[in-house]
């Protein structure tokens, strides 16, 4: 299980995740560990993965290849993300099918976001990005305003409220720790430590 909130603001992009990840050995027994669902990729980009613990190494492999190649700003990573996390699931995937049979604890979710400076009128972007069933593994769509895995209505009802109000990243911080607690505190399945991150035109910081 994981718990992922993004939002995007006028002033950037806000970011939480929990750090529960559960699989199943070789024996079918049910595990649970903790993984961290927040990386920085860039100093103006940063991503989330959910679902299968595999897509934390992913994440690492994207933010070295990242790094190889010199990128920096969202939209510039993202074309590059989606066929590199492609090609990665695709590896992870043959692996686990010579140990046991695949089921969709085994699936793995993306939350791209972050700043670009060849759009001043649109500088943040947010991506979700998926596994299928069928080639391509992976598919994506840009998000408008907020996204959670799993969804939380009220959540993003919310925050899409906040922001076509004009409010500051600091209130849209705050909306996204207070539902990550309190989804934290009703939830067995999502446990902390909880992380947190904004990117603005300044770059990205972790709370």
Known sequence: M???????A???VVFGADAKAVDVDANGNL????VDRLHQLSDYAGILNGGAAAGESMCHALKRFVGDENLTYVDDIYNAALPFLATEYERFMRKKCEIQPIDPIHQVT???GGYTRYDPVHPF???LLWTKRKL????????GIC???????KLEHSLHQSV???AELDRVITIVRHEMERLAELDEEISGPLSYAFITQDGFKRL
């Open 147 to 153: 996204f959670s895995v799993p969804r939380v209505i």
């Open 125 to 127: 972007r947010m991506y």
């Open 31 to 34: 595990i649970e560990f903790r």
């Open 2 to 8: 994981s718990q992922l909130i993004a939002c995007k």
């Open 110 to 112: 993306f939350i791209l």
């Open 10 to 12: 006028r002033e950037g």
């Open 164 to 166: 076509n109000q004009n």
């Open 136 to 143: 391509p593994l992976l598919d994506s769509d840009e998000i």
